[in-house]
């Protein structure tokens, strides 16, 4: 509840008033803030039809903070003016002060000051007039005291530009009696007690009506990321196509299911510590299938399955090494070959969702470290109209529908396509995914039939959850510069199918 002693003010004002009263005029004339008496309209019209009160807006100008200091100290050109004496001031002594830069050039255009560059000490100031008229600071004082409609409106542009002035909205009330107006208020009850239904005196009370529209208490509880939101819908749609999820409980790989099982040469730029992040302990894994290694090692070094390899010297300490999986396609390259080692083959679609990590340089689109969705689809006989075709209906169920396709260059894919979806925030096409045909070098050592192609593709989990949200920058949505508020009041993703 306001203050009993306005609101009985602001009540005496209204009932003087003929047609009412505004409620800014109010607070200027009690030397009031304007929420004070704004907090007893809000009181006045809780307790019931007393008093009507009509919001209106109108727009004024105000002083900055800088604008204030201006209008009690004078403007920074005057200041300027003022510190140099009649012997001159060195320029570099001016530039210490804190108004010196901006007081310079302003000074410097109204011709109050010169800067001989030639003298004996170095550039010095002397000063071109006897005495100065600091216009802004009359122009500053004459808003303050409420007589802007005396500036023309080019100088008060002049002044916004300097940022010495501001426009601004201003909300008021226009208050007027209502149907019950009274002087004086009588405390509604809020609560019928056993005392009032015992005594009876709850007849003779007036009971403050109930608000049946009021919002309740939002109750606390955790919320998920949008990441968790858009991994959730991404994970729904594999699963409506029918795929199945791969394991992805290991962040660490070898560098031979990583890179070598993939055809990828031990000499390529990606494996690289500029693009990779190796572990120093435990620095080497041990554990391989040796059958499966000796014909990736054959088939990188001398070739084969109609290939002529890498034609280099493969290395088994290069496969051992560690790092943090650059991709998902490891765990792709895993299962791929425990389906290669079944009696029979029988078609699958695999699909995995979790986090990878490559050595990027950080900027509005790339992380070190981000997820990377998966989907592969192992049968007889699939083309890379196959591969379009199920990239265009796995994109669509996501809501987008703007997609691109450009030719690209993988060492484990054969044909590859870039996929690129315009971001509307952006306002480009940016790279969403990575997809083609697995090749016969990585597949057929494995063992799978030779009539069997795989295709597949990769995307960001970040960039998606980009588009569908609006954020511009991931270092907005993943890291240290997250605004949590974000992550309160994200709405529920619901990717149009």
Known sequence: MADTGVVETLLQRIEKADDGVDSLEVANSLGLDHQVIVGAVKSLQAVGDVISAELRSSKRWELTDEGTEIAEQGSQEARVFGSVPVEGLAQSELMKLSFGKIGFSKAMSNKWIRVDKAHEGGPRIFRTVESIDDQVRQKLLLVQKGNTSQLEEKEKNELKKRKLLSEVTVKTYWITKGNSFSTTLTKQETELTPEMIAT??????????YNFEAMGVAPDCGHLHPLMKVRTQFRQIFLEMGFTEMPTNNFIESS???????????????????????????????????????????????????????????????????????????VSARMLYKLAQQEKFTPVKYFSIDRVFRNETLDATHLAEFHQIEGVVADYGLTLGDLMGILHQFFTKLGITKLRFKPAFNPYTEPSMEVFSYHEGLKKWVEVGNSGIFRPEMLLPMGLPEDVSVIAWGLSLERPTMIKYGINNIRELVGHKVNLQMVYDSPICRLES
């Open 200 to 209: 009876g005196n709850w007849k003779e009370k007036k009971f403050k009506p």
């Open 256 to 330: 031979f299911w990583n890179f070598d099982s993939l055809f990828q040469p031990q000499q390529h730029p990606a494996r690289d510590q500029h693009d990779t992040f190796f572990l120093s302990d435990p620095a080497l894994a041990h554990e391989f299938p040796q059958d499966y290694l000796e014909r990736v090692k054959r088939v990188h070094s001398e070739g084969g399955f109609g290939s002529q390899g890498y034609k280099y010297d493969w290395k088994i300490e290069e496969a051992q090494k560690n790092i943090l999986r650059t991709h998902t396609t490891a």
